[in-house]
């Protein structure tokens, strides 16, 4: 449903609470340049409005309603207790290193774990870094370009309240992954957070960052998180988005990175959660000779959708670019993938390639697919794939053959097509961690066995 | 030859006073509206081996199927006793449990899932239905080893997906190794032989022979007398266009291999 006629009071819901944000910012301490981005992130949203279906990018991606639902950023954290057994709960196991915990958009310090910062390493609440760093965040912020989520990202900069700022400098290991665990506290529909990440990690430095997404109570809540992620030259970057949110959330999020020449990035997404999502992910790489990897899994159930949508722009030669995307769906959900690959006349050498592979496990279960390569160079190796089917009859009776229960048959199969994924996250703990949690999922998730079996009879 | 000697030590007396462990009657089965096994009978009684030999698209690997339970065929004439058991009426898996195996004629790659994680998994379903207590790690492991060697394959394969990689001769091997490890009560085996090379094929059916129990029995489908000269069989069986049309001792192979499948004149069906 388009509804273009009246901007404003569609838009309305959207602009009316920006008044009490930004005087709560201002009072806080927040520097005055900040209320400039916000004002400009608010005029540049209500000029536009949220995408609609007619909008190339978004043509199976309804947000009517997100537009529905009532529009409740907020200035200050509410006093609502979230336990340790929450976290324990929520949180990736077996994480032992620095975590930061964010609800609904505002720094928990109580809950996060910060102690133990290396040196040369700076890993902060956006709103303190505001405060305590602003010259240098404004520079971070400043040199920002527009994507594809022009909407979220105008309106990002007008409400973001908080987020992890991460700063590596040259030449620096950092030891553990950083965990970022950004929670709804989901206590009443349309509360609306909008985390602001800024990562950047400086050349030959080495650093592993992990943004989760959680929900603690049932209703539909809105989130609309905004990373962006400097790699310099040589450095090796592990990033995971793991999108978990309730079954009622709504989820935009976005990664815009920018890579320096012979550095690696490997970015992970796992869409396991919301009713709603979307990643936008946007990568250009910057300098010669660098390899990065964009991983991911969406995992959908009833009526959920789950949409990536992505870019990757090659813009100096010698460089790998690989995106291999996994979904995995039931019910009557939806996936909807975009991935392209632009590759710019001066970028020669161009290894890219994208596969984007979906598993149907119900009849009604649905994925729109676009792979798309524009190719301006000549002297390059590009590829680009995508597959739609259900699980191989023939291996679930091999398997069935060898006294495996077609269950167990159907979420082995089920299982090893997520561990494709999985299996190229680096580090071994949050593999390990993302594995049980996903294979729990499946495990649980009644309506994947139901779906899974209703073919088969 | 194995234990191959300790079935031949029963004498045919006593054969005939026991239960077969598969007991084919009459079986007619095909495809939507086409008809491919079109009257099989055959009984096997306990530590038998019978081959069966025959033209491509004959049926072989068709019954091979059906004995295993896959999703398909139908059945519209007559039944299939296993162990005294409607063999038809239980799902791939209960076979399985039950002790019927299929090495199949092309085994399945399965990315992804660890062959020793799939094996055990499949072992103590096996178990289960046996009323043993799953296998501990050290018992399975030593099993494995053990097994592996039987079949000469290198351990690293445990070590990668089912499969997955493997030569064709490995993936046909590998199918023994599962059934050395499964120790099941008829084990159909289909075309095993082909795609091997002469030391595999002695080393697959060494492999077979070891398991030959006075209790077990195989159904083994070939092209070629040459397995046969080292698994020998009982009774060898020639199926043409969906009928057994001549059944004799393992001499009958050799005369197959000689002469081929033009003088068989299907007749009147023949009982196995
Ligand atoms: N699922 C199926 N759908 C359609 N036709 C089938 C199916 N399975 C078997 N057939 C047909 O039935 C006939 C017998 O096939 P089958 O595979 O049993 O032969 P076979 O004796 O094993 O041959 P080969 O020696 O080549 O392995 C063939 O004509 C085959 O095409
Ligand atoms: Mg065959």
């Known amino acids: 449903m388009d509804a273009n006629d009246s901007p404003p009071a569609r838009l309305g819901r959207f602009v009316e609470p920006f008044a009490s944000v930004a005087e709560v910012a201002a009072s806080d301490g927040e520097p005055h340049w900040m209320l400039g981005i916000r004002k400009a992130g608010l005029a540049r949203f209500a000029e536009q409005g949220l995408p609609t279906l007619r909008h190339e990018d978004w043509r199976f991606t309804n947000l009517a309603p997100i537009e529905a639902l009532p529009f409740r950023p907020l200035p200050r954290p509410q006093a609502r207790a979230v336990s340790v057994a929450d976290l324990d709960r929520l949180s990736l196991a077996g994480m032992s290193g620095l975590r930061l915990v964010f609800v609904d958009g505002h720094f928990a310090p109580e809950l996060s774990r910060i102690e133990a910062v290396e040196d040369k390493v700076q890993v902060r609440g956006l709103s303190q870094t505001l405060r305590a760093d602003g010259a240098w965040l404004e520079q971070q912020l400043a040199c920002w370009h527009e994507g594809q989520d022009r909407a979220f990202r105008a309106l990002n900069d007008a409400y973001c309240t908080d987020g992890i700022v991460l700063h590596v400098s040259a030449g620096v290991a950092v030891a553990e992954p950083i965990h970022a665990l950004f929670l709804s506290s989901g206590i009443e529909p349309g509360l609306a957070s909008h985390p602001r990440n800024v990562l950047v990690a400086e050349a030959n430095s080495r650093v592993m960052v992990i943004e989760q997404y959680a929900s603690l109570g049932g209703a539909a809540t809105f989130t609309n998180t905004l990373t962006q992620l400097v790699v310099g030259e040589g450095a090796q970057v592990e990033h995971v988005r793991f999108q978990d949110e309730g079954p009622e959330a709504f989820h935009m999020g976005a990664l815009r990175a920018v890579v320096a020449g012979s550095a690696q990035l490997a970015a992970h997404s796992f869409a396991l959660g919301a009713r709603l999502s979307r990643q936008n992910i946007g990568l250009t790489l910057a300098g010669p000779g660098l390899e990065a990897i ?164 | 030859m194995g234990r191959a000697g300790q079935a031949a030590a029963i004498t045919m007396e006593d054969r005939l006073k026991m239960e077969p462990i598969l007991d084919i009657r009459n079986l007619e089965a095909g495809v939507d509206n086409r008809a491919i096994l079109k009257g099989i009978n055959l009984t096997i009684l306990p530590g038998e081996v019978h081959a069966i030999m025959g033209p491509n698209g004959s049926g072989k690997s068709t019954l091979a199927s059906l004995l295993a339970g896959r999703e398909g065929y139908q059945v519209t004439q007559g039944s299939v006793t296993y162990l005294g058991q409607d063999l038809l009426a239980l799902s791939p898996e209960e076979r399985a449990r039950a002790g019927v195996f299929l090495a199949f004629q092309y085994p399945v790659e399965i990315p992804g899932v660890n062959s020793t994680y799939f094996l055990k998994a499949a072992l103590n379903e096996v178990r289960k239905h046996r009323g043993l207590p799953e296998v501990d790690a050290i018992e399975f492991l030593s099993l494995v080893k053990d097994r592996i060697r039987l079949l000469e394959l290198n351990e690293d394969l445990l070590k990668r997906a089912v499969n997955v990689g493997f030569s064709g001769g490995e993936k046909k091997r590998n199918e023994i190794f599962q059934m050395a490890v499964l120790e099941p009560t008829l084990a159909v085996l289909d075309e095993t032989d082909s795609g091997l090379d002469i030391d595999a094929l002695r080393v697959v059916a060494n492999g077979v022979n070891q398991l030959r129990r006075p209790d077990r029995s195989a159904l083994v489908i070939t092209h070629y007398q040459r397995l046969l000269n080292h698994i020998v069989p009982d009774r060898v069986h020639v199926l043409m266009d969906g009928r057994i049309v001549r059944s004799g001792g393992k001499e009958l192979a050799l005369e197959l291999e000689d002469r081929g499948y033009d003088w068989i004149v299907p007749t009147e069906p023949v009982a196995a």
């Not at chain 1, 390059?380 to 739609?388: D, E």
């Not at chain 1, 006294?403 to 097509?417: K, Q, W």
Request: overall charge positive; some cysteine.
């Open chain 1, 294 to 457: 964009l991983n991911g899994l969406y995992v959908t159930t009833e009526k959920r959708l789950a949409d990536h949508h992505m870019v990757v722009d090659h813009a100096q030669p010698h460089c790998a670019s690989h995106e291999y995307f996994n979904g995995i769906l039931s019910g009557q959900s939806r996936g909807v993938f975009h991935g392209r690959i632009l590759v710019r006349p001066d970028a020669q050498k161009t290894d890219a390639k994208q596969t984007n592979k979906n598993l149907l496990l119900s009849n009604s279960a649905s994925v729109n697919t676009k792979p798309q390569l524009e190719i301006y160079a000549d002297d390059v190796k590009c590829s680009h794939g995508a597959t739609i089917g259900q699980l191989n009859p023939e291996s679930v009776f091999y398997l069935r053959t060898r006294g495996l229960p077609v269950e167990t048959a159907r979420r082995m199969l089920i299982h090893a097509f997520a561990g494709e994924i999985i299996d190229r996250v680096q580090c071994g703990p949050v593999r390990q961690a993302l594995d049980r949690l996903v294979w729990d999922r499946l495990e649980r998730d009644a309506q994947v066995r139901l779906d899974a079996a209703a073919p088969h009879s």
